[in-house]
Structure formats: C-alpha cells, structure tokens
C-alpha cells in the first residue's frame, strides 16, 4: 500500500511542477478574441475615454476672450487688451509705443517751457510800449497818454484801451497789442513789422514835431527796418514753437496708439475665439460588417 502512494506521488510531481512553472517562450503569442460581448465593452469604454478627451479640449471649456473687454483694455492701457487676447509681444509693442510717446511729450514740452520763459523774460527787458507809444505820437499823429513815473515797469504806464483804439484807425497796422503778459502780447512783438519800434535798439523817437517829408518817410520806413532783437527773438519764440510742435505730434501718437490697439485687441481676442480646436466622434461599421470602430474628427475654425 505504501508502495503505491509512492508511485502515485512520482507520477503527479511532474504535473504539478508543470503547471506551476510554464516553459519559457521567446516569441510572445497573441490570441484573437472574437467574443463580440467583450468586443462591445472594449470599444464603448474606449469611446466614452475619447469622449470626455473631446469635452475636455472642445471649445465649450477653453474660456473664451471678450472682443469689447480687449478693445477698452487698450483704449485705457495701450497693450493690455493684447496681452489678454494673449499676445504678449504685441502688447508690449503697444505699451513700450505708449511709454515712448508720452517720453517725447514731456521732453519737449518741458524744454518747450524753459525756451518760452527766455524769450519772454528777453522781450521783458527789450521791448519798451511806451517808446511804440511815443513813436506812434510822433510819426502817426496819436495822443496816448504815457505815464512819467519812470519807475514803474513800462506796461503799467499806457493806457491799453487807448492804445488800441488808435492802432484801429491805421489801415497800414494788421493787429492790435494784446495786453501785456498774454501768449499773443508776445508773439505780436516779435512777428510783426509795425511792433519794431518797440525794440531797443530800434531807432530813437524824440519827442518834436517832424516835417511832413520825415513822417511819410518813417511811415514806410518801418516796414523794411528790422532790427536784430526783433530778429534774435523772432527766431527765439519760432525755435519754442517748434518745441511744442514736436510735443503735439507726440500726443497725436498717444492717440493713435490708443486707437490702433483698441481695435489691434478686439481683433486678437475675436480670432482667438475663432481659432477653437473641436473633437467629434463617428461610430462607423468595420468592414466586417458588425463592428464598430471608433473615429475622431478635428477641426478648426478661423
């Protein structure tokens, strides 16, 4: 009896080592299956897997960029609107453009300023109305009242109304004297010829009675009589207007810089909702004929 439960157990040693320990197999072996249950559950999980990748990448959950929001972003801060369309080399185009404008502004404005305060302080100290007044006296037959207290600067001893008044009555004269202190006062001074007389180094005027022959000399003398103050501030107040000129053109590329990336922003953000990548999925039969093979479809828009 023990005999045979030896041999039984020799005999079922081999099996045993044979299922535990399968032979070893180079090449690995693929097997078909064609259960069309398991099929179905493979294909429909895989198709719910590209699915939700297609919800996940669709347009519907990329937020999409408001073209008005972008376009008032701009027209406030040139180059925000850019950059929230996401684009940040055209925004910083924009925004460096701004900070360039506005640098210029302040540059010539400012050297603007400190030339005008020059010229002006120089007409102060070389522009006389009382010897344009008493040239006028003279040569044009007014009587304008020049008050003689010399101390007092000379703008406060002519009576302005008066002095205009009588300017009217010249047809030869194209402007009256603005009063003294005004942005016209000080540029009538140095642009036209009937204000030359003024000047310091102008001819003197006495204070006598001319011949009729000296008058109508000095009546068309006047004209062609520019002095060199009245040219050295001439060019002094024309290098000032250039000045704020340069300033003025640089606000006008504020202005357009803030136009043009107004519209720059509201077209980045429209192109950027255009510009959505969609997945759809087709369920098509194989070309045996029962089975379903799962397809997907890109596309963009723009």
């Known amino acids: 009896m023990e005999k045979m439960k030896y041999i039984l157990m020799m005999l079922l040693l081999p099996a ?17 299956v064609f259960d069309r249950d398991v099929m179905n559950y493979y294909s429909g999980s895989f198709t719910e897997m590209i699915e939700s990748a297609g919800d996940d990448y669709s347009g519907a959950n990329v937020r999409r960029k408001s073209s008005l929001l972008a376009g008032f972003m701009s027209a406030a801060v040139p180059g925000a609107g850019e950059v929230y369309a996401g684009s940040w080399w055209r925004g910083l185009l924009h925004f ?49 009242y020049i008050v003689p207290d010399e101390n007092l600067p000379p703008w406060e001893r002519v009576d302005w109304q ?18 003294f202190g005004t942005q016209q006062y000080y540029e009538l001074i140095g642009k036209y010829p009937q204000y030359t007389r003024g000047w310091e180094d102008s001819n003197p005027v006495g204070n006598f009675e001319p011949a009729e022959n000296q008058v109508r ?37 504020v202005f357009l810089n803030h136009f043009i990336s107004a519209f720059h922003a509201a077209y980045l953000a429209h192109s950027f909702n255009q510009a959505q990548l969609t997945v759809d999925l087709e369920n098509r039969k194989d070309l045996y004929g029962e089975r379903f093979v ?9």
């Open 162 to 179: 008066e002095l205009n008044e009588f300017e009217r009555t010249i047809s030869q004269f194209s402007h009256r004297l603005e009063p």
């Open 294 to 302: 799962p397809m997907m479809k890109l596309s963009v828009g723009f």
């Open 96 to 144: 460096g453009l701004e900070v360039t404008a506005w640098g210029f502004y302040f540059h010539y404005d400012g050297r603007g300023d400190d030339q005008t305060k020059l010229y002006q302080n120089y007409a102060n100290r070389h522009w006389d109305v009382t010897k344009y007044a008493r040239w006028l006296n003279v040569y044009w037959g007014a009587e304008i």
């Open 16 to 32: 045993v080592s044979i299922a535990a320990e399968p032979p070893f197999r180079s090449d690995p072996v693929y097997q078909p």
């Open 217 to 253: 000399a000095e009546q068309d003398a006047y004209f062609d009589d520019i002095t060199e103050m009245f040219s050295f501030y001439s060019g002094k107040r024309g290098y000032a207007n250039t000045l704020y000129a340069r300033a003025h053109n640089a606000v006008i590329v």
